[in-house]
Structures are given as C-alpha cells and as structure tokens.
C-alpha cells in the first residue's frame, strides 16, 4: 500500500512538472533594429477629426490593425485603403504650445518590442495645435508590444 501511494506521488508530480506550460526564450540577438516604414497614400487626415482631444505636452498612440479599428477612430475624413493582412497602422497625436510639424519618424524593433519615435518641429505661429502623424509597418505579430517616444520642439 505504502509503494503504490509513493508511485503514485511520485508519477503526479512528474506529470504536474512535465505539464507546465513553458514559455520560449527571446533570441539571444535582441539588438535594436530600424523597421521598413510606408506612408499610408491619400488620407488627408485631420488631427482634429482623429481620437479625442489631448492636453499641451500630452500625446495618443494607437495601434490600428483593421479598417473597422481605424473607422471608429476616424471621424471626418475618409480614411485610405490600406491592406490590415499585410500591414499595421500607427497613429499618434499631440498637443504643442505653438505650432508644429512632424520633423522626423522612425519605428525601431528590439526582439517583440517596438518603439515609434517621432520628433516634431516648431512652426511659424504661436497658437497651440495637435499634430497627427502616422505609417505603416509591417503587419505587427499579436502580442507585439508598442511604445511611442515624441520629441517636442
């Protein structure tokens, strides 16, 4: 009776050990890596007409993954056919003091993680306005986590 019951411990607990879901390891190179960006063509987006409003010094960042995703943030212009099996939208917003401009953008890739830079320029006016920018990458795996870094002027 006494070596049936340490058999069977002794085979539960293997089966507990051995049933443990695992998680793979990240590649041994997690190294940071530029990512091939595209503009989306014919959107005449407003940063007014996209999201909600934001406060001087605060930005949005949206991860859009398909047209439905895209329309319901979308409120005014119409938006571009862009294929979602293919590619994935990255959408950010912010509020500057005095008036601004994208400057610069880049989408860098370490393992899973993502990071959308983005460095605005000052314009020639004073008064405060949102600026919209915006690409496409490379349909983002499930999972893949996105970060966003804005530089303002």
Same mark, same amino acid.
């Given at each position: ?5 340490? %058999?069977?411990?002794?085979? &539960?607990?293997?089966? #507990? ?10 590649? #041994? ?18 940063? *007014? ?5 934001? #406060?001087?010094?605060?930005? +949005?960042? *949206? ?7 895209? +329309? ?19 959408? &950010? ?20 993680? *993502? ?18 920018? *915006?690409?496409?990458?490379?349909? %983002? ?13």
């Amino acid at each position: 009776m006494k070596l049936s019951r340490v %058999l069977t411990l002794g085979m &539960g607990t293997l089966l #507990a050990l051995g049933s443990c879901q695992k998680t793979a390891a990240p590649p #041994a190179d997690c190294s940071t890596q530029a990512v091939e960006t595209t503009d989306p063509s014919g959107w005449a987006a407003s940063p *007014y007409c996209f999201a909600t409003p934001v #406060a001087v010094g605060q930005y +949005q960042t *949206y991860v859009i993954n398909s047209a439905a995703e895209l +329309q319901a943030l979308n409120h005014c212009a119409s938006p571009p056919t862009i294929d979602f099996a293919r590619y994935t939208l990255l959408v &950010g917003k912010t509020k500057t003091a005095a008036c601004s401009n994208v400057k610069t953008q880049e989408v860098v890739r370490s393992c899973d993680r *993502y990071t959308y830079r983005v460095v605005l320029a000052a314009g020639a006016c004073q008064a405060s306005t949102e600026v919209l920018y *915006y690409t496409l990458v490379p349909k %983002l795996a499930a999972g893949a986590q996105v970060t966003s870094e804005v530089t303002l002027p």
